[in-house]
């Protein structure tokens, strides 16, 4: 039951490096989401995509890139790393609907240094 | 857009007393709210959600919480907390109206003595 699978867990990146981070759900979700965490501000949206071929900006989308691939992938891209992207990162997915229950990854540990 | 203030960075309760973590949105015509627990190094689990319907909306784990829309509050409570529940808490509201964005306050500790 894997449900919603991101990739690398962990990751530490020289500033000014590029990297992807890789999402996949198995629910069949339509809407699927990137949020940062960083102590004291809790979780903000970066992007999303409220259905195959959409994506949007969410609360702090500068520096960040996305893909929906198809239905079951979402990409987060680096294209150049800074310090202040060091976070956890996580993925989530959801069917469109307000009332509908978002479902998360694990995480993926970011440092950037 | 709707937004979602959690008043209470940290909060302290003594194992077995009662506990209730505070919860505020901004106007919106039909608030859809949540509350998610954060156990470290883990994932976000949903507690409960308010969409319509009876404004006392019970969760997972004993945890409740009451929709006020006079007082714009979503607060969650617990009678009697466990050791267990020592985590961080969030309360999130969906951004927009075509329901595709989900919105976190920036969450209380809560921590639990013995």
């Known amino acids: 039951n894997a449900g919603v699978t991101q990739t690398p867990k962990f990751q530490v990146l020289k500033t000014g490096q590029s990297m992807t981070l890789q999402c996949a759900q198995d629910?069949?979700?339509?809407?699927m989401y990137w949020y940062r965490q960083d102590p004291g501000m809790g979780l903000r949206l970066i992007y999303y995509?409220?259905?195959?071929?959409?994506?949007d900006k969410g609360e702090v989308p500068n520096g960040y890139n996305v893909s929906r691939l198809n239905k079951r992938e979402f990409s987060l891209r680096l294209e150049s790393a800074a310090p202040s992207q060091t976070s956890v990162y996580f993925c989530?997915?959801?069917?469109?609907?307000?009332?509908?229950?978002?479902?998360f990854g694990e995480g993926s540990w970011l440092t950037v240094v | 857009a709707q937004s979602v203030t959690q008043p209470d960075i940290h909060i302290t309760v003594s194992e077995g007393a009662s506990l209730e973590l505070r919860c505020n949105y901004s106007?919106?015509?039909?608030?859809?709210l949540f509350w998610y627990v954060q156990s470290p190094g883990q994932g976000l689990q949903l507690l409960l959600k308010?969409?319509?319907?009876?404004?006392l909306v019970q969760g997972i784990k004993g945890f409740e919480a009451e929709f006020k829309r006079s007082q714009s509050s979503f607060n969650l409570r617990k009678p009697s907390v466990h050791w267990s529940d020592a985590a961080e808490y969030f309360c999130?509201?969906?951004?927009?109206?075509?329901?595709?964005?989900?919105?976190f306050g920036k969450g209380t500790t809560l921590s639990v003595s013995s």
């Open positions: 989530a997915s959801r069917n469109t609907g307000p009332g509908n229950t978002i479902y």
């Open positions: 629910m069949n979700h339509n809407s």
């Open positions: 995509s409220a259905s195959e071929g959409t994506t």
């Open positions: 106007y919106g015509a039909t608030p859809y």
């Open positions: 308010y969409f319509s319907g009876d404004t």
């Open positions: 999130a509201v969906v951004h927009n109206q075509a329901g595709t964005a989900l919105i």
